[in-house]
């Protein structure tokens, strides 16, 4: 009734990421008859993600960060584990590229969504780290980015429950 141009899935695609959940999920995905748009999360790549977890969600489901336009919207599909845990190499290749596309997404002007599966906070911007949230030092530093660019919104799952902010300011 809605008639989406596409949907997209906030991660945790599966509860455990192995090839019988896999191909039950791309089952499912190949019914859906718009885009698809699909964010890793904790249970796709790992609480702690690394090499072996990471190559087996790229091979299995495809990139587990990049961005699409559609109607001169722009959209930042990023993996929050590689926000939420240290991983070396991963890590900091993941957060180069966000800054690198967020500026290419922004000089066209048009509206930036984010998307990830980790929400930024689950109450408060000052909160303290938990299991649902983002360490306070990598949150001060996206909400800066959010705030000196477009970003109109940023999209997340984890929480299994509907959590709505609104945050201007720092």
Request: aromatic share 14%; hydrophobic share 30%; net charge negative.
């Amino acid at each position: 009734a809605l008639n989406p141009d596409f949907v997209i899935i906030c991660g945790d695609l599966v509860q455990e990421a192995n090839d019988s959940s896999y191909f039950d999920f791309k089952n499912i995905m190949e019914g859906f008859q718009i885009p698809c748009y699909v964010a890793s999360g904790n249970h796709d790549v790992g609480n702690i993600p690394n090499d072996t977890t990471l190559r087996y969600y790229r091979e299995t489901i495809g990139k587990d960060y990049y961005e699409f336009e559609h109607k001169k919207h722009s959209f930042i599909v990023t993996n929050t584990q590689l926000w939420k845990i240290n991983v070396e190499r991963e890590s900091e290749k993941h957060n180069e590229w966000f800054k690198e596309t967020l500026c290419i997404q922004n000089e066209k002007q048009h509206p930036i969504f984010v998307i990830g599966h980790y929400p930024l906070y689950t109450k408060s911007p000052t909160e303290e780290e938990h299991y649902f949230n983002f360490p306070k030092a990598k949150r001060k530093e996206l909400l800066e980015m959010f705030s000196n660019n477009n970003i109109k919104a940023y999209l997340s799952g984890h929480t299994h429950k509907s959590v709505s902010y609104t945050h201007l300011t720092l």
